[in-house]
């Protein structure tokens, strides 16, 4: 209760002390929302500035904008990554709404340079820092594995982020583990990310508007994970025509269909977007294993394949109030069935549901409220002859949640709010019979949970060089065996040494109320969410950071250089041997430690002109630590180690360049330090007493002690623009991992043996690899 009382008063001062007058002179409210291309989508992130008075703001994750201006004229620049720069006079004598519509720049593509979009400037001037923002736009001129195009895979050449593995999707920042990651879709949560295995993302680009990734920091508006937010905005689909775009590539093909909804003579009402993807590995293993059907000693190939279905709408139901309506529906689909009468089938997926209504209370106050639902499934079946077996678990989620922006000034934006979650924890689900129904076995193990927050912050423009980021944070969870709470102090501030020069810091700490429950380094479909209880205590972790900012070459190069700290405490394993499948008892199978990671990150931003990219470069250290718990040894006998995704170094080039009207050329190069792993160091051969059989045991030394060797790589890409009669068109041409290198899968150890005795006579390690030299090409279309 101390809590509630003690964030009260955080709130009352915050909104109190920003309400305080700054000036006596009269002022005004300039506000409204930033849209921009054909489609008329919301920009979040878009600069609004006003060049004669040295101010401006960026768009919030809603696209609207808020500016608190003495009365008088003045000319309001707009801009963003991609879209030409919108310059409006605007005459300030009272409160006033104006809504912007930039164009996309492509399209006014000039003799020397493509217009800039003012992004880096507005970077260097927010307090927020370990923040990257990606548009689908940029996400699309860069490589593609199998020519379909990952947001997530783009994330990975960001500094700070590492990947799971070759050809993964998933995410390690800063030195947290996979499930530290938070993954909201228009602000509902979604808990796997990932297709084929983490080969692919489950957002599709042609549905997806912007994505945000906070790597500390983190605004108080977030929580429930320690290391990362990736929040990802779908598209609003256009309010000015029918239109429809789509894909056809080697493994899978898209379509995507928009519109307006009631258009009439003021305009339309609303707008819709429907987009689907599906691959289709199966049409051709399906008719392969046709042709060689019986054929003796063939064994068939597995069917597989995933498909996602998007929709958003958006509706106005007058000058001060919105909804929207977002959904996603995906699944994973993986079968076998062989001559002999043995069948598995293997699906898993995500569903998700959000309703949003966003009011305008005033020209300084505003609210969203949204409501959604989240679930995600696995389900395993297998059948041999007469038997059958069936696993599967799952966790579903009803949120509420409330978010408060108040400008009551021009130098105190204060955003409030509350979110309140019911979760069901299906954590395991097993059904075992005989078909005669002679024999039958059932077990079905379930947990509830409900979380909540409360949180308050006040972005703080103390003088032109000093701007503070603050707030509180309040969390609690409940389950059946277990109450937790605790506060989530943020900061975050801004120095300007210099115009062109500034120094950031943070801090953040966070609570992690759910876990995932893996067996592996990297996140799996049959992973299962489990609750904090009684025995298993919330994960926590702190972060700081310090940073310093400079703008190059007329504006056109940022870099950046940021150090951080980050200690963690109930890091989450599982002791050796752990039953972690339908356990009524699964919280005796956790074990506990701490963490700890640190590093510095380069980064290097070109956003102007026809050459853009970036390049990052990462040094990081990452290590957990788990003492001997419940009589046991711990891991690694309660000696620190580095974990599998610990990469000490980290180097990231991303190249763009429009060589013309019609072309795009793109390229990236990826060099990381080996992942750690456990290699035996000998064996040791152990008889029988008949002297028969000899057994050779493996001696292990402390846990991934060795390296595999470095991964490097290279893709390349080219979009060439094709001219249509009707609409637009191109191909899209992609070369993954350009010079063939064979990085390094695993590493498994091969017996050499003797020709005539057959005794081994040593042991030979082997590299596994995944991927060669793989091209591609994707015909895109609009019309």
């Known amino acids: 209760m101390r809590y509630f009382w003690l964030f009260q008063f955080v709130c009352l001062l915050l909104i109190c002390s920003a309400s305080l007058p700054v000036h006596a002179q009269e002022r005004y409210v300039l506000s409204g929302y930033v849209r921009g291309g054909a489609a008329n989508d919301l920009l979040p992130g878009a600069s609004v500035a006003v060049p004669a008075l040295g101010t401006g703001v960026s768009t919030d994750a809603q696209g609207f904008y808020s500016l608190t201006l003495p009365a008088g004229r003045y000319s309001v620049a707009v801009s963003f990554l991609g879209y030409q720069t919108v310059t409006r006079e605007v005459n300030l004598t009272k409160n006033q709404r104006q809504s912007f519509s930039l164009p996309e720049s492509s399209s006014q593509l000039k003799e020397v340079v493509v217009e800039a979009s003012g992004t880096l400037e507005e970077k260097l001037r927010t307090p927020q820092m370990s923040m990257e923002r990606l548009t689908a736009r940029e996400a699309k001129l860069l490589p593609a594995l ?71 920091g983190f605004p108080a508006q977030y929580g429930g994970r ?66 060689n059907e019986g054929k003796e000693d063939y064994d068939p190939i597995p069917d597989y394949h995933f498909y996602d279905f998007n929709a958003k709408g958006n509706y106005k139901l007058g000058e001060k109030d919105q909804l929207f309506l977002t959904g996603y529906y995906g699944r994973d689909i993986f079968g076998f069935e062989s001559p002999n009468g043995f069948n598995f089938n293997f699906t898993w997926g995500n569903t ?49 949640r409330t978010d408060f ?30 078909n005669d129904g002679t024999v039958n076995i059932g077990s079905n193990v379930a947990y509830r949970g409900q979380e909540a927050a409360l949180y308050a912050s006040d972005n703080f423009k103390v003088s032109d060089k000093l701007q503070l980021d603050y707030g509180l944070r309040l969390t609690g969870f409940q389950s059946d065996s277990g109450r937790f709470g605790g506060l989530e102090p943020r900061l975050a501030t801004r120095y300007s040494l210099t115009p062109n020069t500034t120094l950031k810091a943070s801090y953040a700490l966070m609570y992690q109320y759910v876990h995932l429950v893996t067996n592996s380094g990297a996140s799996l479909p049959t992973d ?120 000490r170094h980290n180097l990231t080039v991303v190249l ?78 992609s070369i993954y991992n350009a010079y063939n290198r064979r990085n390094p899968y695993f590493i498994y150890f091969d017996q050499i043996r003797d020709k005539e005795t057959d005794d081994i006579l040593r042991y030979e390690a082997k590299q596994v690899s995944l991927f060669p030299l793989i091209p591609s090409v994707t015909y895109n279309f609009k019309f």
């Open 146 to 216: 199998f020519g379909e195009v990952d947001i997530l895979k783009t994330l990975q050449l960001k500094p700070g982020v590492q990947n799971g593995g070759e050809g993964t999707s998933g995410l390690f920042v800063r030195g947290g583990s996979a499930d530290q990651n938070l993954f909201l879709l228009d602000d509902a949560v979604v808990y796997n990310p990932s297709h084929l295995f983490g080969l692919f993302s489950v957002f599709n680009s042609d549905a997806v508007q912007s994505v945000d990734l906070y790597k500390g």
């Open 226 to 291: 320690l290391s990362s937010v990736v929040d990802v905005k779908f598209r609003e689909g256009s309010k000015e025509k029918f239109g429809v775009s789509g894909g056809l590539g080697l493994i899978s093909s898209r379509l995507t269909v928009e519109g307006p909804i009631g258009k009439d003579t003021t305009g339309a009402k609303g707008s819709f977007i429907l987009s689907g993807r599906r691959t289709y590995f199966d049409v051709f293993t399906r008719q392969i294993n046709r042709i």
């Open 352 to 400: 998700v549901g959000a309703l949003r209504w966003n009011h305008v209370f005033s020209p300084r106050l505003y609210v969203n409220t949204s409501v959604s639902y989240t679930r995600y499934q696995y389900d395993i079946t297998n059948k041999l002859d007469q038997f059958s077996f069936g696993l599967g678990s799952d966790i579903r989620d009803l949120a509420l």
């Open 405 to 434: 922006s108040y400008v009551p000034n021009d130098r105190h934006t204060v955003q409030f709010g509350a979110t309140t979650t019911n979760h069901r924890f299906g954590v395991g689900r097993l059904q075992a019979g005989s």
């Open 528 to 647: 299962v969410w489990y609750p904090s209880r009684r025995n298993v205590k919330p994960q926590r972790s702190q972060q700081v950071a310090t940073g310093v900012s400079f703008l190059l070459g007329d504006g056109k190069y940022l870099l950046t250089n940021e150090v951080y700290y980050k200690w963690a405490q109930n890091q989450v394993d599982f002791r050796d041997g752990a039953q972690l499948f339908v356990n009524n008892n699964l919280d005796a199978e956790f074990l506990f430690g701490r963490g700890w990671a640190y590093g510095n990150e380069l980064y290097l931003e070109k956003k102007q002109g026809r050459t853009t990219g970036w390049i990052g470069y990462s040094l990081a250290w990452t290590q957990r630590k788990f003492l001997p718990q419940r009589g046991g040894t711990g891991i690694n006998e309660g000696r620190a180690f580095f974990p599998t995704y610990d990469r």
């Open 656 to 733: 763009l360049h429009q060589l013309s009207e019609r072309i795009n050329l793109s390229g990236s190069f990826v060099f990381t330090s080996g992942s750690p792993t456990t290699l035996p160091t000998g064996r040791f051969m152990i008889q029988d007493v008949f002297g028969d059989d000899i057994t050779a045991v493996p001696v292990y030394p402390d846990r991934n002690t060795y390296r595999l060797a470095p991964y490097h790589r290279m893709d390349l890409g080219l979009v060439y623009k094709l001219r249509p009669r009707h609409g637009e068109s191109d191909l899209t041409l």
